[in-house]
């Protein structure tokens, strides 16, 4: 019983962050590519530090982060990876491209077509339906490793890992942990 109640596969942590890295390596292995790219001016006001670079840094925590930017020869490609909450991912994306003419880090590339992808391992016609009205690519994209973490979300909810779950946290409490 103990095996039901065991965290994520070690294969399986982080499954979005490294969704998104491996995508952009297979799909984009010629083009330039950021990930984790800050949107959105600097809230930091011009006087708390001389440099624009300085003030960028210190306000990466109160911008917007968009999974990944690929730059292409004609746009701007947008990615977010989701593998949950794919409703999420698509309802930033929008938001995300409205504040690429304002981001300091792409200004090189101002003036270029924004594009929307969404990458996931799974969709629903509902999905393909709200891309295709918004605008944003669906692109589904399912490594080998992905159904590892599938399975174990799978599971999570059925009766013996609830339980499992249940027994330990009783063992943890009578342990006075």
């Known amino acids: 019983m103990a095996t039901l109640s065991r965290s994520v596969p070690q294969g399986a942590r982080n499954p979005e962050s490294r969704l998104i890295a491996e995508y952009v390596a297979v799909t984009f292995p010629r083009d330039r590519v950021m990930l984790r790219v800050p949107l959105g001016p600097s809230v930091v006001p011009p006087d708390a530090f001389p440099d624009w670079i300085r003030r960028l840094r210190a306000s990466r925590g109160w911008r917007p982060e968009v999974d990944a930017v690929v730059i292409r020869d004609d746009n701007v490609l947008l990615i977010e990876a989701k593998v949950n909450e794919v409703l999420y991912g698509m309802a930033k994306l929008p938001f995300y491209k409205l504040l690429v003419d304002d981001t300091p880090e792409l200004e090189p590339w101002y003036g270029l077509e924004v594009r929307m992808r969404l990458v996931a391992p799974a969709t629903a016609k509902w999905v393909d339906l ?37 027994e330990n946290r009783k063992a943890r409490g009578r342990l006075g942990l």
Do not use: C, K, N, Q
Request: no cysteine; hydrophobic share 40%.
């Open 130 to 166: 709200l891309a295709e009205r918004t605008g944003i690519e669906v692109d589904l994209y399912r490594p080998p490793w992905i159904e590892t973490y599938l399975a174990y979300r799978a599971a999570y909810w059925d009766r013996e890992h609830r339980l499992a779950r249940e």
